[in-house]
């Protein structure tokens, strides 16, 4: 029986993707994805199911163990993925996991910096103190979510004290419309809106 493929599609754009990646979905039957990461792709006349309840994607995925399945994860697939969630219903023998470029990689690229002594981390979902983090690492790297945007995470900074820590915020990586700024906490936490973000704090 042929092996679930997890695929790291990297942080957005298909210059990003592995070779190794584009090749195992080339010889896919099936693919499993969310609407986002479809897009761009040529498929031809494979089987395509658009994610969304999780349970019922699994079910999906059951049904065609005889088919070479493929599932897309954005960012990295053993970075928060759905591979946790894939873990818990089939055994690794079951999955060919292939990692991908993080968002929080890309972003660390760009801002030339190492992050090697970096917390790496992500708010969706989950309580993080990155007040705290930010004490203890020379770096905070975080995915943001719809609660924890980068205008929330800086009005906690502010709150602790650390509204002078630069905050850098990541829209749209890799896109064309891709924007980094570098900002105060202080300023931040009033600042407007921003659009599918990552954010590295550090120290001056």
Known sequence: M????????????RDYVLPITSRLIE???????????????ELGGKAVYELGRLAEA??????????????????????YSMLSFLRRHFE?????VVPGIGSLQYM??????????AFMGSVHGREVDFAELSL??????????????PKAIAKVLVEKGLGERIMYIGENLSYENEKISRIRAAEAASSGGYDMCVVVICDE
């Open 92 to 96: 690794s023998e079951e999955l060919n």
């Open 27 to 41: 010889e896919s039957d099936v693919i499993v994805s969310s609407a986002r990461l479809l897009q761009g792709l």
């Open 136 to 149: 203890r690492y020379k770096a905070v790297g975080l995915l943001t979510d719809g609660k924890w945007s």
């Open 108 to 117: 660390f690229s760009r801002l030339g910096m190492s992050w090697s002594e």
């Open 58 to 79: 699994v079910e999906h995925i059951r049904e065609n163990r005889h088919k070479k399945i493929s599932v897309l994860v954005s960012g990295d697939s053993c970075f």
């Open 2 to 13: 042929e092996r679930i493929n997890v695929l790291g599609m990297g942080p957005g754009h």
